[in-house]
C-alpha cells in the first residue's frame, strides 16, 4: 500500500467507517512513515474539533438590566429619604423659630409687657416680628414655598447686621445688646436651607429598555 492508501484507509477510520484494510498494517505504516503519522495527527485534531459541540451561554440581558435598575432604584429610594429626613429636621427647626419669635413679640403687642420706653415704637417692631414669625411658621408648614419668603429673610438679616455694626462702631450701642440681632441671620439661614431642599423634584424613575429594542 502506499501512504495515498493508508490515508483514505485511515480517514474512513476517523469517520466510523469500514477502512477496508486491517488495523495492524495501518498501524505498521504509520509508525514506519513520518508523513503518514503527520497526517493522521493532524487528522485526529481536525476530527475532534469539528465534533465538539457549541456551549449554550443563557441570555442574561434581561437578569442585568433587573439588577441595574434595582439598584438605581435603591439608590434613588435612599436619597429621596435622606431629602425628606433633612428637610423634616428643617421644618421643625424653622418652626420652633417662629414659635420663639412669636413668643417674644406677642406680650409687647398684646400687654405691652417688657416695653421700657418709647412703647408706640416697641408696639411697631413687635408687630413687625409678629408678621416676620407668622411668615416662618408658613414656610415650616408649606415648605415648597419657603423661597418665596426667603428675600425678606435675607434682607432683614443683612440689613439688622448692617446697622448693628454701625451702630457698635460708633459706641451708640453695646455689642450684648445686638447679639440677639443673630437670631434673624440664623433664621435666614434655616430658611434658605429649607427652600433648597423644598425645590428638588423628585428623582424620575429609571427607564430600562426590554430586550429586543433598541
Known amino acids: 500500500m502506499n501512504c495515498d492508501d493508508v490515508r483514505v484507509a485511515l480517514s474512513a477510520r476517523l469517520d466510523g467507517e469500514d477502512p477496508q484494510v486491517p488495523a495492524t498494517a495501518l498501524e505498521a505504516h504509520t509508525d514506519s512513515c513520518p508523513g503518514c503519522r503527520s497526517w493522521l495527527a493532524r487528522a485526529e485534531r481536525v476530527t475532534r474539533l469539528t465534533r465538539l459541540q457549541a456551549v449554550d451561554v443563557p441570555d442574561l440581558t434581561a437578569p442585568v438590566l433587573a439588577a441595574v435598575a434595582a439598584d438605581q ?6 436619597a429621596a429619604a435622606t431629602t425628606r ?3 423634616q429636621v ?3 427647626a424653622v ?5 420663639a419669635q412669636l413668643a417674644i413679640a406677642l406680650p409687647i403687642l ?3 409687657l417688657g416695653v421700657e420706653a418709647d412703647p408706640h415704637t416697641s408696639r411697631e417692631m413687635a408687630s413687625f416680628d409678629a408678621a416676620v414669625a407668622v411668615g416662618f411658621a408658613l414656610a415650616a408648614w408649606r415648605p415648597e414655598r419657603a423661597r418665596a419668603f426667603l428675600p ?7 440689613c439688622l447686621a448692617g446697622t448693628s455694626a454701625v451702630d457698635v462702631a460708633r459706641s451708640t450701642t453695646a455689642l450684648v445688646h445686638e447679639v440677639g440681632h443673630l437670631a434673624a441671620a440664623v433664621q435666614a439661614g434655616l430658611l434658605w436651607a429649607l427652600s433648597r431642599v423644598s425645590r428638588d423634584p423628585e428623582p424620575p424613575l429609571p427607564t430600562v429598555l426590554a430586550p429586543g429594542r433598541g
Open 85 to 87: 429626613a433633612r428637610r
Open 90 to 92: 428643617l421644618r421643625v
Open 73 to 78: 432604584a435603591a439608590a434613588r429610594h435612599t
Open 110 to 112: 398684646l400687654a405691652g
Open 95 to 99: 418652626a420652633v423659630a417662629a414659635i
Open 152 to 158: 425678606v429673610a435675607l434682607v432683614l438679616a443683612v
